[in-house]
């Protein structure tokens, strides 16, 4: 009786071990498909198929003249696609003939997204009080703008403090769709979002992007190769021809 009951007992421990081996290969396996999942794009594990091959995004030239585009559209589609990768909570994508330029807002839906731990550049605490800007409590908000400083989506100031994962992905789903292009520039700064938000609603209002070819080149050059000039908003622009006008 005492050796059945040992044997029953080392039977009890043998199943208890395998049930702790087999929870714990599947807490790592949940943890690395989360880091190989668009999830999560802080990890840099190895192996990562988001970062498997060659880079697909910014300065793969080095040709002068690389922003100095002949013309360039709004692709409702590359936008649409984009805008619903896991972390991304909005982008606007413009064709040129040389290149792709995104422009995009982050969210909560993924991890990762900024490099480094840096400030956060809206304050969303507005949403709890009813109110736009938490600050002087107005309800108003700019619908030029797609980020502010108030109940927006995250921005980030440099574009090199996206993450090199995120581009990737960004990048990878560019190409797909459009695959002549030489070079894709992706920034979540934003000022670069609301510059590129008025070329937009330009093109939803059947309008011609070309009387804003100088203005577009100048904003690119100011934002990825360090140009000196920014282009005055085009909504100021207006007023100005406007006023011309009258």
Partial sequence: MKKRAA???????????????VMALS?????RHVQNSTFDYGSKKKGDPKMLGSRMYGTM??????HDNDWFEYSSLI???VSNINGVA?????LTDKNAYVAITTDWTATGTRKTGGPKEQNNGGTTEGVYNVDNGS?????????????????????????SELKQTIAIHVRKLAPAVQEVHISANKEFNNHMVQYAQEAWAG???TPWLSSFNKLVKHQFVGGDEVPPPIESQLRARAHMNH
Avoid at 11 to 20: E, F, K, N, Y
Avoid at 61 to 66: D, E, F, I, N, V
Avoid at 139 to 152: D, G, K, L
């Fill in 7 to 21: 044997y029953r007992l080392f039977l009890i421990l043998i199943a208890a071990s395998a049930m702790v081996t």
């Fill in 27 to 31: 807490g790592c396996n949940y943890e």
């Fill in 61 to 66: 030239s080095g040709l002068p003249g690389q």
């Fill in 79 to 81: 936008s649409n696609d």
């Fill in 90 to 94: 909005g982008a606007i994508v413009m």
């Fill in 139 to 163: 309800p108003y908000w700019n619908n030029q703008r797609v980020a502010t400083p108030y109940n927006s989506a995250l921005t980030i100031n440099d574009h090199n403090e996206i993450s």
């Fill in 207 to 209: 309008h011609s992007l």
